[in-house]
């Protein structure tokens, strides 16, 4: 009966990659806590994992509404940003202001809105222990020798391939590619996807992928991505709709 710890459960299961058993128990918290600010923002997030971006959207808002000041409600940024909404991604970050977590999103919006200047200067402002990708990124936009971004690169992969967030990996594995370790970053693409996190519709448009979208791997693990949804996404979904029409 506890909707915060319940809903820490929920986002501890989805990082682990039990995507549909992290979908069920969000659906059956929000069910029982309708009123619940973090039953909706834990819905949303696991929605995010599965690609169903304008849902997660959607519960951002209501939890947002519910509870303005909730600084959890940050990660919602990142839904925003996936769906290239950037002024509402900030909006959101913004709850933090100030924090490293803030600073995290606001280079991830300028180095995707294609400001390289301005992300290079806000770069200088992180702590590279908590923005890890940083340092290859920095290196690029330096235009420092090939076999240092190569070098660095290879840190980048090795840090986030053993975590247990597949969102994290999604996330180093855009950067990379925007720094053109092409073979780095669909590992960590790929091991994202298997990790179930289902990013399809924003793995086309995402434009930190346009250097590896050509590639025939990209084209499987966007292969993946879809199967997974269907395979675990899509009757979770229909589950849900008939609850819904049958009123319970």
């Not at 696991?46 to 509870?67: K, M, Q």
């Not at 919602?76 to 002024?87: K, S, W």
């Amino acid at each position: 009966g506890l909707s915060d710890a319940a809903a820490n459960l929920v986002v501890f299961q989805v990082e682990g990659g039990d995507l549909g058993g992290a979908l069920e128990k969000a659906s059956d918290l929000l069910a029982r806590q309708p009123g619940s600010a973090r039953a909706h923002f834990s819905m949303g997030y696991v929605e995010r994992y599965a690609g169903l971006l304008e849902d997660s959207a959607r519960e951002c808002e209501t939890a947002r509404t519910l509870d303005r000041r909730n600084v959890v409600f940050r990660s919602c940024a990142y839904t925003f940003i996936l769906l290239g909404q950037y002024d509402r991604a900030i909006e959101y970050a913004s709850v933090d202001a100030g924090s490293q977590y803030f600073l995290f999103w606001k280079i991830d919006v300028l180095l995707r809105q294609g400001k390289r200047d301005e992300t290079l200067q806000e770069i200088q402002k992180s702590d590279r222990r908590f923005f890890y990708s940083s340092r290859v990124l920095e290196a690029f936009l330096r235009h420092q020798p090939e076999g240092e971004i190569e070098a660095l690169s290879r840190d980048v992969e090795a840090f986030f391939l053993p975590l247990r967030d597949s969102e994290r990996k999604y996330a180093a594995a855009a950067t990379l590619a925007f720094c053109g370790r092409r073979e780095a970053a669909l590992r960590l693409l790929r091991r994202s996807v298997e990790e179930n996190y289902l990013a399809c519709a924003t793995m086309d448009r995402d434009p930190l992928f346009a250097g590896i979208r050509d590639t025939p791997e990209f084209g499987r693990i966007r292969a993946l991505a879809l199967a997974r949804q269907k395979q675990i996404v899509a009757p979770w979904k229909a589950k849900r709709l008939l609850s819904t029409r049958s009123g319970r």
